[in-house]
Structure formats: structure tokens, C-alpha cells
């Protein structure tokens, strides 16, 4: 089992590395970490390497690779995201969180409420509010990627250009951005992999816009 600093940092540098493709500075993991000195950093990556978890990569400067990630959380850890967990809800809104909806592929409309999520109260202080959990990646050039939750305001009227959650001959529900021209309406992604899908008017229905979202690094 590793310790909470060692836990931490082997996390830290794995997200980084996911998110730059660079190991980060010393200076970075100490400030990550809680340490103050640069030296307590490098026992901790000694200790990583010795028990084969990251392994230094010769020659280069600051290179760092993640061998494995650990099956367990030091106890630590875990008491610490319990607070965490705690302060957030008594300090967030709950919202109902109600499934998977395809930004990709047009899936049928989640209408049954199974669970609810936290969200801070600035986020939804200002009407009704649902969840959903992003499934594709037709959004992923509006910055909304598979696997994020986004929060949706309730409404049945949004403008163009805004990005709401429309039920498509009230079975099929999709995240897309609305453009309303006459009788029709297209649903554009936003990703040029996949297509605008015009339709009449009178088959879109929209059941919210977007207002938040949410997202979790592992």
C-alpha cells in the first residue's frame, strides 16, 4: 500500500502526463503534493521507482513513465474524499441525475429520475435542473467530451446558436446546438465527423439548454 504523499503525487503525475504528454517540473509536483522542499519529491519518486510504479527514462530531462497505477487507495485518501464528498453536498444543490444521453447517436429520452448529483448552488440558482452523462463525441469541438455530465437548464423555447437537449419524435433525445429557420430545424454537432440532421419543426422538442458541466479526471 502506498502512502498518502506517494498516492497523491503518482496520481498527479499521471494526470499530467495524460493532459501534456510532460512529466511535470519538480517545483509543479511539490506544489501538487504539499511539500516544501524539492527534496522530499525526489524520496517519493525513488520510493515510486522502487516499488515499479513510474521508471525514470534515461536521457531526458524531467521524463517520467507511469509502469502501473495502484489496485487501492490508502486509507488516508479515501477519508479525505469522504469530507470532501460531505462538504460538497452540504454545500451544493442536489440535482437529478438522469442517465446516458448520445451526443453522437441518438438515443431514447431519459424521463425517469434514478439518482441526483451535487452541483455548486451558483450553477443551477436560477430555474430547474437536470443531469445527464455525455455518451460520444459528436460535441467534442464545444468542449464537451465523452463521459462529462452536463448540467441542463429546463426549457422548452432556446434561441439559435445555443446548445439544448432536443427529443426527436419524442422517443430520441441528443445534445446539439438548434438553428430554427422556418418550418425546420437542424441540429448541428460539433464535430465535423458527423452531420447536421435537418428535421420539421414539429418533430423537435426541446426539453432544456445547456447551462453547466462537469467533469471528473481519473
Do not use: W
Not at 510532460?22 to 520510493?47: D, Q, R, T, Y
Not at 446539439?176 to 447536421?196: A, E, F, R, W
Amino acid at each position: 500500500m502506498l502512502t498518502e504523499k506517494q498516492y497523491k503525487l503518482l496520481m498527479y503525475i499521471n494526470k499530467v502526463l495524460k493532459e501534456t504528454g510532460c512529466s511535470p517540473s519538480f517545483e509543479e509536483m511539490k506544489n501538487a503534493v504539499g511539500l516544501k522542499s524539492k527534496s522530499g519529491i525526489h524520496a517519493l519518486i525513488e520510493a515510486l521507482v522502487e516499488r515499479n510504479f513510474i521508471k525514470k527514462l534515461p536521457h531526458k530531462a524531467r521524463a517520467l513513465e507511469i509502469v502501473r497505477l495502484p489496485r487501492f487507495k490508502p486509507s488516508a485518501i479515501i477519508e479525505e474524499e469522504k469530507k470532501r464528498e460531505l462538504a460538497l453536498q452540504n454545500s451544493a444543490a442536489q440535482i437529478p441525475l438522469y442517465g446516458k444521453i448520445a451526443a453522437g447517436t441518438p438515443i431514447e429520452a431519459i424521463a425517469n429520475e434514478t439518482e441526483t448529483i451535487p452541483v455548486p448552488f451558483e450553477m443551477v440558482n436560477n430555474g430547474q435542473f437536470y443531469a445527464l452523462t455525455i455518451e460520444g463525441e459528436s460535441m467534442i469541438e464545444a468542449g464537451i467530451l465523452d463521459g462529462d455530465t452536463v448540467i441542463i437548464k429546463k426549457t422548452e423555447t432556446a434561441n439559435n446558436g445555443e446548445i439544448v437537449v432536443a427529443l426527436v419524435d419524442d422517443n430520441e433525445a441528443t445534445l446539439k446546438i438548434i438553428k430554427k429557420t422556418g418550418d425546420s430545424v437542424q441540429l448541428i454537432p460539433c464535430n465535423k465527423d458527423y452531420q447536421t440532421r435537418t428535421l420539421p419543426a414539429n418533430r423537435v422538442k426541446i426539453q432544456g439548454v445547456l447551462s453547466g458541466l462537469l467533469r471528473t479526471y481519473h
